[in-house]
């Protein structure tokens, strides 16, 4: 007999459909430093320390040839009053804690995902106490980014299908950011890639995990929702 575990959190899903003439819209679908602060700028304490895992705010940016749809998810629902007046032509807000009781072992799902693979590769110089440096972090492309996923989606408490496995690239995340020792700001760029496809369910609690906390790198920039639906 399975045991229903209740989800370790509320979960919201924000859908904004954005106006691409806006002129406040425009800068943060070409920066994603900015379009991190316009999420957190709905967040219910959007000055806060730390306001993007407090907030459990994930959220996936999806283009197509004819329109820019944000989705956002959180713990609790977000101020849509707080967005420009002209920013978005549509708004819907979904509860979707119902979809992390429902998660149990053995139910089949439908996954997309827009992650950003790497991997750190160890360095090969040290410092003048002899400790080695710090590994640099490198893109996953292609085969690798998928074993990568492969590999993610068991900690996350799914077993993939790999006949519906689709995994393409998205547009790069760009940015511009403060240098952290440095006046002035530095650029960012990180590869996406997109997987979709059927799952079955191992760990239910290891799926909410995921799905509520993220995965990858990149969360606060874009990457890492998890969005799952039950398998039809």
């Known amino acids: 007999m399975t045991t229903t575990l209740a989800p ?15 002129d406040d819209a425009g800068p943060d679908l070409t920066n994603a430093q900015r379009l991190h602060h316009r999420v957190l700028s709905l967040t219910p304490d ?4 730390e306001t993007r895992q407090a907030a459990g705010v994930l959220y996936r940016l999806e283009r197509d040839r004819t329109k820019h749809t944000l989705l956002i998810q959180s713990t609790a629902p977000l101020d849509l009053t707080q967005l420009p007046a002209d920013y978005a032509t549509a708004t819907d807000h979904r509860d979707i804690t119902p979809l992390l009781t429902w998660c149990q072992e053995g139910h089949a799902i439908r996954y997309r995902l827009d992650a950003a693979p790497q991997r750190s590769r160890p360095s090969t110089t040290t ?9 640099k972090l490198f893109p996953l492309y292609g085969e690798e980014a998928t074993a990568w996923w492969h ?3 068991t900690e996350a408490g799914l077993t993939l299908d790999p006949d519906t496995l689709l995994a393409a ?5 760009f940015g511009r950011k403060k240098h952290p020792h440095e006046p002035g700001r530095m ?4 590869p996406v890639s997109r ?6 369910i191992t760990d239910p609690d290891a799926l909410r995990t995921a799905i509520t906390t993220g995965i990858g790198r990149a969360r606060a ?12």
């Open 8 to 22: 370790p959190a509320t979960a919201h899903l924000t859908k904004i459909q954005i106006n691409p003439r806006s």
């Open 169 to 173: 690239s998205q547009p790069a995340i």
């Open 195 to 200: 997987f979709e496809g059927h799952a079955t």
């Open 221 to 232: 920039y874009g990457a890492g929702l998890l969005s799952i639906a039950p398998s039809r």
């Open 151 to 153: 590999h993610k989606a």
């Open 46 to 49: 959007p000055s806060g320390t």
């Open 127 to 135: 410092d003048a106490k002899g400790r080695r440096h710090r590994g």
């Open 187 to 190: 650029r960012f760029h990180m």
